[in-house]
T-cell receptor, first 109, second 116 residues
Framework: ELKVEQNPLFLSMQEGKNYTIYCNYS?????LYWYRQDPGKSLESLFV?????AVKQEGRLMASLDTKARLSTLHITAAVHDLSATYFC?????????FGTGTSLTVIP | GAVVSQHPSRVICKSGTSVKIECRSL??????MFWYRQFPKQSLMLMAT?????????EQGVEKDKFLINHASLTLSTLTVTSAHPEDSSFYIC????????????FGDGTRLSIL
């Protein structure tokens, strides 16, 4: 079974600061997904990383994928309060998706 | 595009009743649908994978007689929680894909189930 581990589990940071969330996965899957979940809501797709070296950016979030290290990162630049949410990474084998433990992010004004 | 509608969004009912949750792909044909449950402050746990026209594949530890899944058409899958008890209270989320390998999942809005 594929294992997906995220760290940190909880993150509290001040507005304007930068931070990186890490996602390690245990198989040779070359695709990695990042999702955002607001309290009481379902998942919103942020990024789909399709190959080694892929980098995608949307606003203050940037995701990257290193398939050799089986590592993906989600970098937050100059955090703002609106980014407070839980972030999940997920990897897959075929159609089977496996989610990381989630990182609960709180941005403090 | 790729909208998944889940209904109802919130259910509160008494212990012992059965609850049906619907998951519909509105603008695409979903060969494969997934059902997850999520407890507070935890990640999503895959319950079962549902393919149109065949029996669902349940994950280890998920009772198939308790959680009945039907995927009768390419746009609709249902999850019925039978004889629900308070420990079944959770957030249930469905997702759908086109069925080809490595296609992204499109998630419904989730159903919050509370059993009294």
């Amino acid at each position: 079974e594929l294992k997906v581990e995220q760290n940190p589990l909880f993150l509290s940071m001040q507005e304007g600061k930068n931070y990186t969330i890490y996602c390690n996965y245990s198989t040779t899957s070359d695709r990695l997904y990042w999702y955002r979940q607001d309290p009481g809501k379902s998942l919103e797709s942020l990024f789909v990383l399709l190959s080694n070296g892929a980098v995608k950016q949307e606003g203050r979030l940037m995701a990257s994928l290193d398939t050799k290290a089986r590592l993906s990162t989600l970098h937050i630049t100059a955090a703002v309060h609106d980014l407070s949410a839980t972030y999940f990474c997920a990897s897959n084998t075929g159609n089977q998706f496996y989610f990381g433990t989630g990182t609960s992010l709180t941005v403090i004004p | 595009g790729a909208v998944v509608s889940q209904h109802p969004s919130r259910v509160i009912c008494k212990s012992g009743t059965s609850v049906k949750i619907e998951c519909r792909s509105l603008d695409f044909q979903a060969t494969t649908m997934f059902w997850y449950r999520q407890f507070p402050k935890q990640s999503l746990m895959l319950m079962a994978t549902s393919n149109e026209g065949s029996k669902a594949t349940y994950e280890q530890g998920v009772e198939k007689d308790k959680f009945l899944i039907n995927h009768a058409s390419l746009t609709l899958s249902t999850l019925t929680v039978t004889s629900a008890h308070p420990e079944d209270s959770s957030f249930y989320i469905c997702s759908a894909t086109l069925g080809k390998h490595n296609q992204p999942q499109h998630f419904g809005d989730g159903t919050r189930l509370s059993i009294l």
